[in-house]
């Protein structure tokens, strides 16, 4: 059911004659697991995720995209020009944003994606229930959605994406406006989300990734530099350390355990410069 | 129907949230004038607003749904005047199309033709409804103009062209500064964006 | 599930019609009726506290105005006999004539609506009026501004405060004041501009400009008018008429 995701010599510029976002990108992501893109401030991270959703074409007329790109069994050459939900649902990184803010209650948030989808909101309620409670937001089912707190708010944005079903899941630096306690939330999140769809989320540093993330990719300057399976990022990490900052180390270390052994971590480590 | 294709042109994806900004701060940029104590109503910014970043159908359909939401909200007399607000979105969306908000000189002649027309428009209304009398500051004026003869209609269109033209010249003129400084980034995928001055003008 | 509003709206459109078919002795009677009703019916009670500050607020600011527009107008038209109601003040009797005709028929025409909206809550309205077909695209910006209502006067407030707090002046002269206008008019512009286009998107990216499929749209099952409404609306059309016939046939 979960899709796997290949995009083949993918280029896209936000207007021709400018300098690629995307440059000749060739990746290959596997149904039913969890990826992180990785990669510094304007690699194209943004632009990729976007574009699996579909939403870049309306939004830059002038733009221009090369390539061909296939989520499960649908191909989609040329790059397709509107947006893919519920089949790709796609969470912005201001979890405020989503929020539509014309619905009284939490619950009627989560509803209000069911109605314009035009699905029978009756036969939902079990699954609206079991999805609140899977993100842990059954206690605010009658609060304003206005008034939560980041933590909270992005999960019920979560929600209000997840209730369509989506084969593809995509999360936009989702861990960038959270606190730690709400990190420890996603983290567990994203991980309860594996094998029912294809989740991808990019980040910038390599935290979460490396607590959550089956199959990653870094990304510089438009450009894949890496991917592969997390064996094969621990690898090569000291390749590009100099990309990925680490905001925790101590999440990193504790990550680490139970993988390689220390003179692996110690190259690690070294190579991002701490030693 | 070329009418609502064009509607929905205007209305798409960025569009609606800001129109519903301009509708609030139709209704809300009173609160600002008067913290600051300038004595300017300014309740069509925000039509003038979309007008020029989104275009002229979107512009009249802010103006419409602020006059209602007013009456909604306290002001009952101004669901009457929807006429004028239709009236005062299309022709600035027009003019902003055909780029009179690029020349501040524009704008100042823009603003006061647009004055003249709100107070013709709205004369009628203000003399067949209301005989004049608006329990407004303005009533005050138009006594004044049938006190020395005039009747109902001069006296309304008097009244009207004495503070209209005023107000929406200024309008125009802070929407003109407005929209000067906003980033291309930002106003380039609005369906007006070619309507919008630039750093230079 | 949403209130029939019909018979409410009947009710508006027959008042506003006798407003302009009676005169004054019949609206004033219509008035007191009209200020009775949120008393007397429970489908004409206020729908909040604020809306019921609102209503009496709003009456006694008419009513207060509208004496002083009827001595204002005995006053400045000077035609017709004299009439002495206050003392020293010379007061004419057609234009007390005249302000009173015209208070009259403006209070009954305000009134009215205010009685629709105070005892109609806005979200109400807006759902009666998606489930009469209006467009989708405009049922999401009356909701949006509603939202917008309710954050925008926070956001001025603390655009205000951070511009007063870098010495903005606002508290200057006037041309001052008018500079401190702009930075707080530009930057909230400019943030709200930012915050539609990215409300837009999250709107689109859960399927709001997503074409319906035909199956799922609701049937919208035409409801009979309710005697009330028919009663009313043939009353409005009869007042009408006999008022047009009048006032063509002289």
Not at chain 1, 239 to 254: I, M, Q, R, T
Not at chain 3, 80 to 98: A, T, W
Not at chain 3, 211 to 225: C, R
Request: proline share 6%; hydrophobic share 50%.
């Amino acid at each position: 059911m979960a899709p796997s995701i290949t995009l083949e010599r993918v280029t896209y510029r936000y207007a021709p004659g400018t300098a690629p976002a995307l440059s000749d990108l060739t990746i290959s992501l596997p149904g039913g697991t969890c990826c992180a893109i990785l990669g510094p401030t304007g690699s194209g991270k943004s632009t990729l995720v976007q574009l699996l959703a579909g939403i870049l074409a309306k939004h830059h007329p002038e733009s221009v995209g090369e390539g061909s790109l296939t989520i499960g069994d649908h191909r989609y050459t040329p790059l397709p020009n509107d947006i893919l939900f519920p089949d790709v649902g796609l969470a912005l990184q201001d979890p405020y944003v989503q929020i539509s803010g014309i619905r009284e209650t939490t619950r009627k948030e989560i509803e209000l994606t069911l109605e314009t989808l035009g699905r029978d909101l009756v036969n939902e309620g079990g699954n609206i229930e079991r999805l609140m409670h899977q993100l842990g937001i059954t206690h605010l089912a009658a609060r304003k959605p206005t008034t939560l707190s980041g933590g909270e708010t992005q999960r019920v944005a979560l929600a209000t994406i997840l209730i369509a079903n989506p084969d593809v899941l995509l999360l936009d630096e989702p861990a960038t406006a959270l606190d730690y306690g709400a990190q420890a939330n996603l983290k567990l999140i994203l991980q309860s989300l594996r094998g029912a769809a294809t989740v991808l989320f990019t980040d910038t540093h390599i935290d979460l990734p490396l607590e959550v993330a089956d199959y990653f990719v870094v990304l510089k300057a438009g450009r894949v530099q890496f991917e592969g399976n997390r064996k094969q990022f621990l690898e090569h990490l000291p390749d590009f350390a100099d990309l990925l900052p680490v905001e925790a180390w101590g999440k990193v270390l504790s990550a680490l355990k139970g993988d390689p052994q220390s003179p692996f971590v110690r190259r690690i480590v070294q190579a991002v410069g701490l030693l | 129907m070329k009418l609502s294709e064009q509607f929905t042109k205007e209305t798409s994806g960025a569009a609606i949230p800001f129109i519903a900004f301009c509708i609030a701060l139709n209704l809300t940029v009173g609160q600002v004038t008067s913290a600051l104590k300038i004595p300017i109503y300014l309740d069509s910014i925000g039509t003038v607003l979309t007008a020029v970043l989104v275009g002229p159908l979107a512009a009249a359909t802010a103006g419409a749904l602020s006059n209602l939401l007013a009456s909604a909200m306290g002001s009952p007399t101004m669901a009457f005047f929807v006429p004028v607000s239709l009236v005062i979105g299309l022709f600035s969306g027009i003019l902003a199309r055909r780029g009179w908000f690029k020349q501040w000189y524009l704008v100042v002649l823009g603003g006061a033709l647009q004055g003249v027309l709100a107070a013709v428009c709205s004369a009628p209304i203000s003399a067949y409804l209301f005989s004049g009398v608006m329990m407004a500051g303005t009533d005050f004026l138009v006594l004044y103009f049938r006190s020395v003869g005039n009747t109902i209609m001069e006296s309304v269109f008097y009244q009207g062209l004495a503070s209209d033209p005023v107000d929406k010249i200024i309008t125009y003129l802070i929407v003109f500064l407005l929209m000067r400084n906003l980033p291309r980034r930002l106003t380039g995928r609005f369906a007006g964006a070619a309507n919008i001055p630039s750093r230079s003008a | 599930m949403v209130p029939d509003l019909r018979p409410k709206l009947a009710f508006v459109l027959f008042l506003s019609v006798c407003a302009f078919a009676f005169d004054w002795q019949i609206l004033l009677p219509l008035i007191a009726l009209v200020l009775l009703f949120p008393l007397a019916l429970p489908s004409y009670h206020p729908a909040s506290d604020r809306a019921r500050h609102l209503f009496f607020r709003f009456i006694l600011f008419s009513i207060a105005i509208s004496g002083a527009i009827i001595v204002l107008n005995g006053w400045i038209l000077q035609t017709g006999e004299r009439v002495e109601i206050l003392p020293g003040i010379p007061l004419f009797s057609d234009g007390l004539l005249f302000g009173v005709r015209t208070a009259a028929r403006l209070l009954l025409l305000s009134f009215s609506v205010l009685l629709f909206f105070s005892s109609t809550p806005i979200p109400t309205c807006i759902n009666a009026l998606q489930q009469s077909g209006l467009p989708r695209t405009v049922v999401l910006m009356l909701l949006l501004t509603l939202h917008f209502l309710d954050s925008l006067p926070e956001r001025i407030n603390r655009i205000f405060m951070a511009q007063e707090a870098r010495g903005a002046p606002v508290r200057a002269g006037f041309i001052s004041r008018t500079k401190a206008f702009f930075s707080i008019l530009s930057p909230l512009l400019l943030s709200s501009i930012a915050e539609s286009v990215d409300r837009g998107v999250a709107l689109e990216l859960r399927g709001f400009l997503l074409e319906m499929a035909p199956s799922a749209k609701p049937a919208l099952p035409a409801q009979p008018l309710s005697p009330l409404t028919i009663l009313l609306l043939a009353a409005s059309f009869f007042i009408l008429v006999i008022s047009i016939a009048r006032w063509l046939l002289p």
